[in-house]
């Protein structure tokens, strides 16, 4: 059976869903990620993944990197044309729609859980 590119899941954190999701499954999606969208409706997770860049993108992102266990190890909003520096840290990375962040309230110590749908 042919792996798809993503797959639906949730984004939790302390039992509660903030946000559906897409799972980026292959080489493929993880190296596109957002780019040549409009807009962004739900979270992208890419992983394994320790950073990221917007050029190519109409529209800022906030993201959120994880480490091997999903805790938030730091939290950034990026602007269209941006490149992040890489956090050592991190093995996931979720993209969220501007703003989400303080929306969510995640900070930097949270568990975040991905879970499939």
């Known amino acids: 059976m042919k792996t798809q590119p993503l797959s639906p ?9 903030l946000a559906s999701a897409d ?8 190296r596109r990620g957002l780019i040549g969208h409009t807009s962004i409706d739900s979270a992208l997770v890419i992983s394994p993944c320790k950073w990221i860049h ?6 800022a992102i906030d993201v959120l990197y994880l480490d091997a266990t999903g805790l938030v190890v730091k939290t950034e909003h990026l602007e269209p ?5 890489p956090v050592r840290r991190s093995k996931t990375i979720v993209e969220l729609p501007s703003g989400s962040i303080e929306r969510f309230g995640v900070r930097v110590g ?3 859980e991905v879970r499939s749908a």
């Open 23 to 30: 799972i980026a499954n292959t080489a493929k999606s993880r």
């Open 110 to 112: 949270d568990l975040i």
């Open 81 to 85: 044309m941006r490149v992040a520096a």
């Open 9 to 17: 899941a949730w984004l939790m954190c302390d039992g509660k869903v």
């Open 54 to 59: 917007t050029i190519g993108m109409k529209f």
